[in-house]
């Protein structure tokens, strides 16, 4: 990572996580309503690692130990423009969050928790607030564990139910952003 400025280094944490999904029981409530993934190409520069694969690759095609002189150094690490990445979710968020599920664009409605992407506090806070939502619903870890990126949702699906505020039967929202910029969500019965 090729962090400019120190409040964007201090954002991120490190953890790795996954969900494994199955069919419930006849006798079990859960399941997954909707599931909604969206691309905005016009953010593509604003989370990115410019080298790296087959475009720009590390190393020499000719020696694999060899620098590619093509290469820089700051093309092999990520690099973010945290505010206009926001700005784009913003413009972007209700939207999608509409498309996911009607209602959610203006408030939780029946939902009962939120797990969002923890990308950062104001972030957060942003996006709770652009679409009404209260933030004693959303399952916070971004103060204890940072941004984990992709991580970060089963980190705090983890968290709200290891700690007792998911509870089976709650109806939650998980969502996030990655680089493209890219949008997910899904709503299910826990």
């Known amino acids: ?22 069919r419930a029981g006849w006798r079990e409530g859960s399941r997954l309503h909707a599931a909604r993934v969206e691309t905005y190409g016009e953010g593509a520069a604003l989370t990115q690692a410019r080298g790296g694969g087959t475009n720009l690759p590390q190393h020499s095609p000719e020696d694999h130990h060899a620098p590619n002189p093509a290469s820089d150094y700051a093309a092999n690490h990520f690099e973010m423009d945290g505010a206009g ?23 939780l409605g029946s939902i009962t928790w939120a797990v ?19 933030a004693e619903r959303a ?23 290891a700690s007792g505020k998911i509870r089976r039967g709650d109806k939650c929202v998980l969502f996030g952003t990655g680089a493209g910029l890219s ?6 019965t826990y």
């Open 1 to 22: 990572m090729r962090m400019p400025r120190a409040t964007q280094a201090t954002l991120f944490g490190d953890g790795a996580a996954a969900c494994v999904l199955r």
């Open 116 to 134: 969002p992407h923890q990308a950062s506090g104001l972030a957060l806070e942003a996006i709770l607030d652009a679409l009404g939502w209260p």
């Open 183 to 188: 949008f997910g969500g899904i709503v299910l």
């Open 85 to 107: 990445a926001l700005r784009l979710v913003l413009q972007h968020g209700r939207g999608f969050m509409e498309r996911l599920w009607p209602g959610l664009s203006r408030s």
């Open 139 to 161: 399952i916070r870890t971004i103060d204890t564990l940072g941004n984990c990126v992709a991580a970060s949702i089963p980190l705090t699906l983890h968290e709200g139910i």
